[in-house]
């Protein structure tokens, strides 16, 4: 999903008063503990809250993962950050689930236990015992059916657009130029032997400039498994080769012999024998291919949208700046609602 950046909009009147009616009434008739305390809203989406604790449950495994990785202040920007995707993300999760119950989007008990199924015969671990982890799962049914409903049934592609993709990514669907090669290899006898096989290496090079056969040379100095077949590497396409040798033939035309390349692999001189073009498979044959990259990527788009109207209908509060350690370095901060009451 694509990161969006936490925001604050203004709700009607009577949903605002609402809400903090009953926080004022939670806070005056419910004696709190000091665990209690440390948990606190951060943030409310329309008549829905978002507490510290739940912020952390969902940020667990990635601040496991980032504490492992990083350390100072990398960490200490790795971990605002996390933080402020995580809330933004489950901002969105809210007013998703809270779209499906206004349009009636249910999920059955018969499609979660489906669910389950499902994921234990595909290896998962389900922890069916857990209420917290099978309401998740309910969840995510849920989004799934909403979103289904809502965007990726309006989602059309013509022919036009299929078209339209295919003239501006052609080079996704080339095929990549092909080589025939031969190669004298070179490698080094030991640790330290390799001042030595470059010398030799030079002096075939030498000897191919004076005239004598390359493949006479292969059978001769070449280390490689091909040598007794005058060095044919045979056909090979691009992508395959090491990234100097890939560079050394790049501008060879058939019949030409490239300077000694040095790799990790030792030395290598190289004769391109044949070279074929890249070829373009033509629209008839990835069409069905396109259809689904065009289809994701506009489903992706109308699902942005969607999302975006409902972040405008909706009134959500964000206390990120003091619950959590401050909004990231990169992008702006979000700014604090006027009806905020530190």
Excluded: C
Excluded at 164 to 171: L, M, N, T, V
């Amino acid at each position: 999903m694509t990161t969006i950046r936490p925001f604050i909009m203004m709700a009607p009147g009577w949903l605002r008063y609402t809400v903090f009616f009953a926080l004022a009434l939670i806070a005056q008739t419910s004696p709190l503990s000091a665990a209690q305390v440390e948990d606190r809203i951060i943030a409310i989406v329309n008549s829905d809250l978002i507490m510290l604790s739940e912020m952390k449950r969902e940020l667990a495994p990635e601040r496991e993962r980032i504490q492992k990785e990083y350390r100072g202040d990398a960490l200490a920007r790795r971990l605002k950050t996390a933080e402020y995707m995580a809330l933004t993300s489950m901002i969105e999760r809210k007013l998703q689930l809270q779209e499906a119950k206004t349009r009636g989007v249910e999920v059955t008990d018969q499609e979660v236990r489906q669910a389950v199924q499902n994921m234990k015969q595909q290896g998962e671990t389900v922890d069916e015992a857990n209420p917290a982890y099978m309401k998740n799962v309910r969840e995510q049914l849920t989004l799934l059916k909403v979103v289904d409903r809502e965007v990726r049934s309006g989602v059309m592609v013509a022919d036009s657009d299929m078209k339209r993709y295919f003239q501006e990514h052609r080079d996704r669907f080339a095929l990549p130029e092909e080589y025939t090669l031969s190669q004298i290899h070179i490698q080094a006898r030991s640790p330290d032997g390799t001042a030595e096989a470059k010398e030799k290496a030079r002096e075939v090079m030498a000897l191919l400039k004076q005239g004598e056969s390359f493949e006479d040379l292969a059978l001769r100095f070449s280390d490689g498994p091909n040598a007794s077949r005058g060095g044919r590497l045979g056909l090979v396409r691009q992508g395959e080769l090491l990234p100097g040798i890939e560079r050394a033939i790049a501008n060879l035309v058939p019949g030409g012999i490239s300077d000694m390349i040095e790799t990790s692999e030792g030395f290598h001189i190289v004769r391109l024998e044949d070279k074929k073009p890249k070829q373009f498979r033509p629209y008839e044959e990835v069409r069905i291919e396109i259809q689904g990259l065009v289809f994701r990527q506009k489903t992706e788009d109308v699902f942005q949208a969607w999302l975006a109207d409902l972040k405008n209908k909706a009134y959500i509060e964000i206390k990120f700046e003091s619950a959590l350690s401050g909004p990231p370095t990169t992008g702006p901060a979000p700014r604090p609602s006027p009806t905020s009451k530190e």
